[in-house]
């Protein structure tokens, strides 16, 4: 049981990557998975499929509900051991028709989102000494993509943030570990718009060729967020079948 005794959070994860997140580590003897996300509806069937999983709806922009949530998980489980910063969204529109709204809005979600929790959460993880946070980016955000600025500039910052922060937070003996994993197209509801025709080359140009899976990148942040990984901060962990290489 790889998460045996650990305090988690979870954001955006009502669905897709991040509701396999919440029940692998579930799954995985987690003390208790605090599942966070906008959308409150699912709430009810993952409480009652784990013990150890809790719902808290909240938008990962908001400041105050943020920290007012936080500090109640620190009160009620006295720690926080994990924190993996999922919830994203994407507005694609070529750069001529991007509009500042679709701009704002993926960047509020995808960058200011990591930072808000992120920022509320490393001080308890330093306190306590140790901790593991896990943030998802995105190929799109190491290769670019035609269509998705704002979204690439997002995930390549989730990047450039998890650098930083893994150097920022193992300071003062604390051993607070920071990566991000960096999927490839997966099968969730946010992809259900893309075309077939748009996905087959890809998965042509994938060495493995298939899309992800939700329990592909599911399986990679266990074992970040795991005490198997205990010796690894700052990186980069592509789940792509070889998309690039
Ligand atoms: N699906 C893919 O192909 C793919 C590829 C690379 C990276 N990613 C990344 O993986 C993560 C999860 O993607 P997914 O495909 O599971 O997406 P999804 O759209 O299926 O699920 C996203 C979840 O985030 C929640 N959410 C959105 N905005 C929120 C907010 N402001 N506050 C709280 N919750 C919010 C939604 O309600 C939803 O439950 C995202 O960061 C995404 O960018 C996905």
């Keep these: 049981m790889r998460m045996n005794g650990k305090v988690c959070i979870v954001t955006g994860a009502a669905r897709g990557i991040g509701r396999g997140i919440v029940e692998t580590f579930a799954r995985e003897g987690a003390a208790m998975v605090w599942a966070l996300d906008m959308n409150d509806k699912e709430f009810p069937a993952l409480e009652a499929a784990y013990k150890n999983v809790k719902g808290a709806a909240v938008n990962v922009t908001d400041t105050a509900a943020v920290n007012a949530l936080v500090a109640r998980i620190k009160a009620e489980c006295g720690k926080i051991d994990v924190l993996v910063n999922n919830a994203g969204i994407t507005r694609d529109g070529l750069i001529q028709k991007m509009s500042d709204d679709d701009w704002d809005a993926v960047i509020n979600v995808n960058l200011k989102g990591p930072f808000i929790l992120t920022r509320a959460v490393a001080p308890v993880m330093m306190e306590g000494g140790s901790g593991a946070i896990v943030s998802i ?28 922060w893994a150097k920022e937070f193992a300071r003062k003996g604390a051993k607070v570990r920071v990566n991000s994993v960096s999927p490839g197209y997966c099968r969730t509801p946010m992809i259900e718009t893309v075309p077939e025709k748009v996905l087959e080359p890809i998965i042509a140009k994938t060495p493995l060729g298939r899309l992800a899976e939700i329990k592909d990148i599911a399986n990679a942040v266990l074992f970040l967020c795991s005490d198997d990984a205990e010796f690894i901060t700052g990186q980069v962990l592509r789940v792509d079948g070889g998309l690039v290489l």
């Design 137 to 164: 980016a995105s190929v799109v955000g190491l290769d670019g993509n035609i269509g998705q600025s704002n979204y690439a500039a997002t995930k390549g910052g989730v990047v450039a943030m998890t650098k930083g």
